[in-house]
C-alpha cells in the first residue's frame, strides 16, 4: 500500500527564516509526486509536479526537489502569505486516473 | 474561466439521513474526483469518473455513491449518515485527457456536519 509522509506536521518560521519540508514515499513505480498548498477553509491548490528522481521545480520562493524515497519543498525567505498547509501527493500507480494518496500536510506559519 | 463550485457549501444532517453534494467541473474537464478529509485522517480518496464512467474507487462503505452527468457535473451520495462522516468534501477536476496528470483543481468543499 503506498504511503506518504509529511515531516514535520507544524513548523514556526520568522519572515525571512529559510526552510525545508519533507515528503517521504513508499510507491513501487512512480509515477509522479504533486506539491498542493491549502488555504484554511479553501480547496488545496497545485503547486508542482515531479515525475523522477532529480527533477526540480521552482515558483517564487519555492523549491520542490525529488530523490528515489522523498520529495522536499524548500522556503527561501518566507513571507507570512506563505502560511498555509503544504500537502504532497503521490499518483497510484496501479490505476489510470488522477487518484492521489495525500500525506498528512506540514502545517507552515511565518510570523512577521 | 470558472473554477470548480461545490454545492451546498455547509449543512447539517442527523444520523441516518442521507445527502447528496454537487460539483460542477471547470469547462473542459472531464475527470471529476472526490475527497474526504477530516482532521484525524487527512485526505483520502472517495472516487473519480471520467466521461460519465466510476474509473477508480477508494476504500470507503458502500454508503458513498457519486455519479457523473454527460455535461460533466457530478453528485455523491452518503446514505445512512454516520457520525464519522462529518466532514469537509471535496471535489477536484482536472482536464479533459485519458491520461492522469495528478493536476487537480479543488473546489472549496461541502462541510457537511452529521448530529
Known amino acids: 500500500e503506498d504511503q506518504v509522509t509529511q515531516s514535520p506536521e507544524a513548523l514556526r518560521l520568522q519572515e525571512g527564516e529559510s526552510s525545508s519540508l519533507n515528503c517521504s514515499y513508499t510507491v513501487s513505480g512512480l509515477r509522479g509526486l504533486f506539491w498542493y498548498r491549502q488555504d484554511p477553509g479553501k480547496g488545496p491548490e497545485f503547486l508542482f509536479t515531479?515525475?523522477?528522481a532529480g527533477e526540480e521545480k521552482e515558483k517564487e520562493r519555492l523549491k520542490a526537489t525529488l530523490t528515489k524515497k522523498e520529495s522536499f519543498l524548500h522556503i527561501t525567505a518566507p513571507k507570512p502569505e506563505d502560511s498555509a498547509t503544504y500537502l504532497c501527493a503521490v499518483l497510484d500507480p496501479n490505476n489510470a486516473g488522477n487518484m492521489l494518496t495525500f500525506g498528512g500536510g506540514t502545517r507552515l506559519m511565518v510570523k512577521p | 474561466k470558472a473554477g470548480v463550485t461545490q454545492t451546498p457549501r455547509y449543512l447539517i444532517k442527523t444520523r441516518g439521513q442521507q445527502v447528496t453534494l454537487s460539483c460542477s467541473p471547470i469547462s473542459g474537464h472531464r475527470s471529476v474526483s472526490w475527497y474526504q478529509q477530516t482532521p484525524g485522517q487527512g485526505l483520502q480518496f472517495l472516487f473519480e469518473y471520467f466521461s460519465e464512467t466510476q474509473r477508480n474507487k477508494g476504500n470507503f462503505p458502500g454508503r458513498f455513491s457519486g455519479r457523473q452527468f454527460s455535461n460533466s457535473r457530478s453528485e455523491m451520495n452518503v446514505s445512512t449518515l454516520e457520525l464519522g462522516d462529518s466532514a469537509l468534501y471535496l471535489c477536484?477536476?482536472?482536464?479533459?485527457?485519458?491520461?492522469?496528470?495528478?493536476?487537480?483543481?479543488f473546489g472549496e468543499g461541502s462541510r457537511l456536519t452529521v448530529l
Open positions: 515531479l515525475y523522477s
Open positions: 477536484a477536476s482536472s482536464s479533459g485527457t485519458e491520461w492522469m496528470t495528478g493536476e487537480l483543481f
